[in-house]
């Protein structure tokens, strides 16, 4: 079973973490499974970019982005070359290193 290595983030999980994942189960989705609130606006339906997220490690292994994925990250803040919405990067069978980025585009985040 894949590995996702989330790094330190100051506010989503400040000593960093590492989960297990599903093969096919998204970066996003693996995450707030174990408690690192990830923002996600647009309810994981690729329509922002809250939940930008850069794989430092392990990203070859992803299925390449779909343009529309392509067309949102243009949007992010702190955009690389290996930028992924995490509501679309499915985990496949190599271990992950995920860092989430310290901001959004997002003005305000609702609970």
């Not at 590492?18 to 174990?34: C, F, H, M, S």
């Not at 329509?47 to 529309?68: K, M, N, Y």
């Not at 990250?73 to 070359?81: S, T, V």
Request: net charge negative.
């Amino acid at each position: 079973m894949p590995k996702i290595v989330f790094l330190p983030h100051t506010d989503l999980c400040p000593e960093g973490l590492v989960v297990e994942a599903q093969e096919g189960e998204t970066i996003l989705n693996a995450a707030l499974r174990n408690g690192i609130e990830i923002e996600h606006a647009c309810e994981k339906s690729c329509a922002c970019t809250t939940c930008h997220c850069i794989v430092r490690e392990g990203f070859d292994s992803l299925d390449e982005s779909q343009e529309l994925e392509d067309d949102m990250l243009d949007k992010a803040w702190g955009l690389e070359p290996e930028s992924r919405l995490s509501c679309q990067a499915k985990v496949a069978d190599e271990d992950l290193v995920v860092e989430i980025p310290r901001y959004t585009i997002n003005h305000a985040r609702e609970h």
